[in-house]
């Protein structure tokens, strides 16, 4: 029976068109390593969402490499001030000054 399965698979014109094969092409994965947990943390500002309540429409992330621990908070503005608290409170008063922050600038 699993012959003839394999062997109407092969033969069959739907199957082979739809079926889910990976099209993408081959490349070599980039691993992003860090040398031990909480020493090197990326923030990200994402927004504007919707206005939620007391003007929420913005979320500042904040992720660990290592152990890929996710610390986020939701602000109404962006502002140097806020940005500083974040990383204050949820990064440095909890695992220490971390040895590299990386902050892209991008969208």
Same mark, same amino acid.
């Given at each position: 029976?699993?012959?003839?399965?394999?062997?109407?698979?092969?033969?069959?014109?739907?199957c $082979?068109?739809?079926?889910?094969?990976?099209?993408?092409?081959v +490349? +070599? =994965?980039?691993?992003?390593?860090?040398?031990?947990?909480?020493? $090197?943390?990326? %923030?990200?500002?994402?927004g504007?969402?919707?206005?939620?309540?007391?003007? %929420?429409?913005?979320? *500042?992330? /904040?992720?660990?490499?290592?152990?890929?621990?996710?610390?986020? +908070?939701? =602000?109404?503005?962006?502002? +140097?001030?806020?940005?500083?608290?974040?990383?204050?409170?949820? *990064?440095?008063?909890?695992?220490? *000054?971390?040895?590299? %922050? *990386?902050?892209?600038? /991008?969208?």
């Amino acid at each position: 029976m699993q012959n003839d399965a394999q062997v109407y698979v092969k033969a069959c014109n739907k199957c $082979q068109r739809f079926s889910n094969i990976i099209r993408q092409l081959v +490349e +070599e =994965l980039t691993p992003i390593t860090a040398p031990w947990p909480f020493a $090197q943390w990326e %923030l990200d500002i994402m927004g504007p969402f919707p206005i939620a309540a007391r003007q %929420l429409k913005f979320l *500042i992330v /904040g992720i660990d490499y290592f152990t890929k621990w996710v610390k986020a +908070e939701a =602000l109404a503005m962006i502002t +140097e001030k806020n940005v500083w608290n974040f990383i204050w409170k949820n *990064i440095v008063c909890r695992y220490e *000054i971390p040895r590299v %922050l *990386i902050l892209d600038n /991008g969208k």
